[in-house]
């Protein structure tokens, strides 16, 4: 926080508050001698008052809001390098935790090194996350970095986000009730949906409208035909007097959702209105408008404004599109409002190997280690050609440099790639684009 920062700062220019409090005694001292004519007593209450000054103010200059530092006086017995270490080790974990969950001990180290704090080595590092470990203040663990296993550490506020973000999972099995019997849900699926389902899509959409379960997923790679599936759910729970509100991370993934759960026969734009929108079967913001415009009624949930929402939310399920990117954080606001409004059903879609989050944590990854109730899409539709599907394939797996291989003549390079690229695109005719 701010005086984290300010601390630091000071740490920096070489101020730790000693000579304060010697120059409080100072001028104590050089105030007895000046009432030193005066009653004894007097001049006792003097020090005194200014020793207790000097002490409560420099006190308060160190005294930190943050767990990970020391409170009052305590760094005035350390050395420079080791209470400057507090001040380092703690910036390093909130820096770091602002993008991860857990973090390698090797990137907290350099990461408080990188500080530059006066007197801080690797040893006072090393000691500090020691110390803090043997507190409670950080947990020690395993994470998997570059396919190797290393020791790790994260922050007992990241493992009580994880564990409430499981906890409402568990809550929800069970649950809910289905929107339609599973005995039913295929067959009205497929005649629901604009084109014939296969397997995967099939099992994806009936889980959404058959399962008792309030929250479920379904892991999906790219072109595996999400949106066909999903316009088949759209129409069976409209079918069924309910509402399909779709989420999503950005924008641009707003107006895909908005597209493509839409009705053929209105296939909506940017540039439709909201009315056009609501009129087309479609519904769909982004995550952080969806916490903002709703978060007030999960601190609030007994006023007319959140009986309004809940009543507005009725007979609402909401789809989750790229899930792999929603943060430890927001996933736990965004279900935790969805309780709140009484919303029946969350379908949290993605794909855990493509896109990450921006902000801390893998909440799609850990839901599904944790056996959420999960299909999975694994056909790739949108590559025609065996030689297409098979670097695809191998792209999923994080295997790039032999998916072009495969590719073989067919893969080339440019100095310009970009340029060459357009040029090969503009030459092409209209059909062959």
Request: glycine content about 8%; overall charge negative; charged content about 25%.
């Given at each position: ?32 001698q ?9 001049s ?39 209470a ?54 950080l ?17 007992p ?13 568990q ?10 019997a599973p005995?039913?849900a ?37 072109g ?33 959702m908005?597209?493509?759960?839409a ?59 790229e ?5 430890n ?12 409004l ?7 879609i ?6 990450l ?77």
């Open positions: 926080g701010l005086v984290l920062d300010w601390m630091a700062k000071a740490a920096e220019q070489g101020f730790d508050g000693k000579k304060l409090l010697e120059g409080a005694l100072e001028n104590a001292a050089k105030a007895e000046r009432e030193n004519a005066g009653p004894i007593g007097r006792y209450t003097v020090i005194a008052d200014a020793v207790k000054v000097a002490m409560d103010t420099v006190s308060g200059l160190l005294r930190s809001p943050d767990p990970l530092v020391d409170r009052g006086l305590v760094r005035l017995a350390q050395s420079t390098g080791q400057n270490a507090q001040l380092a080790v703690a910036s390093a974990i909130r820096s770091l935790s602002q993008r991860e969950a857990a973090f390698d001990k090797d990137k907290v180290a350099k990461k408080a090194l990188d500080f530059g704090l006066k007197g801080v080595t690797i040893d006072h590092v090393e000691a500090r996350v020691e110390q803090l470990t043997e507190k409670g203040k947990l020690s663990g395993e994470i998997t970095h570059q396919g190797q296993k290393v020791e790790a550490v994260t922050t506020e990241a493992l009580r986000t994880e564990e409430s973000i499981l906890a409402r999972v809550a929800g099995k069970d649950a809910g009730a289905p929107i339609v005995s039913e295929p067959d009205r699926l497929q005649a629901a949906s604009p084109h014939p389902l296969n397997e995967g899509q099939l099992a994806a959409a009936t889980l959404i409208v058959s399962t008792s379960d309030r929250i479920v997923a379904v892991q999906g790679i790219a595996a035909g999400k949106s066909t599936m999903l316009q088949a759910v759209a129409r069976v729970v409209e079918s069924e007097g309910k509402s399909v509100m779709g989420l999503a991370f950005q924008n641009k993934m707003v107006a895909d908005k597209e493509g759960m009705r053929p026969d209105a296939i909506p734009t940017r540039e439709m209105s909201v009315d056009q929108m609501q009129d087309s079967g479609v519904k769909a913001e982004t995550i952080a408008h969806f916490i903002w415009h709703n978060e007030k009624h999960v601190t609030n949930p007994n006023t007319p404004e959140a009986q309004a929402r809940r009543d507005e939310l009725k007979n609402t399920i909401i789809v989750v599109d899930t792999s990117m929603v943060s954080r927001d996933m736990l606001k965004m279900l935790t409002i969805a309780e709140s009484g919303i029946e059903k969350v379908a949290l993605g794909d855990r190997q493509q896109l989050p921006i902000d801390a944590g893998k909440a799609f990854a850990m839901m599904q280690a944790d056996k959420i109730g999960m299909a999975r899409m694994d056909d790739n539709l949108r590559q025609q050609t065996d030689q297409l599907r098979t670097v695809a394939a191998l792209a999923n797996i994080g295997k790039a440099g032999q998916a072009m291989k495969v590719l073989g003549d067919k893969v080339v390079e440019h100095e310009d790639p970009s340029a060459h690229a357009t040029d090969l695109w503009l030459a092409l005719s209209p059909d062959e684009r």
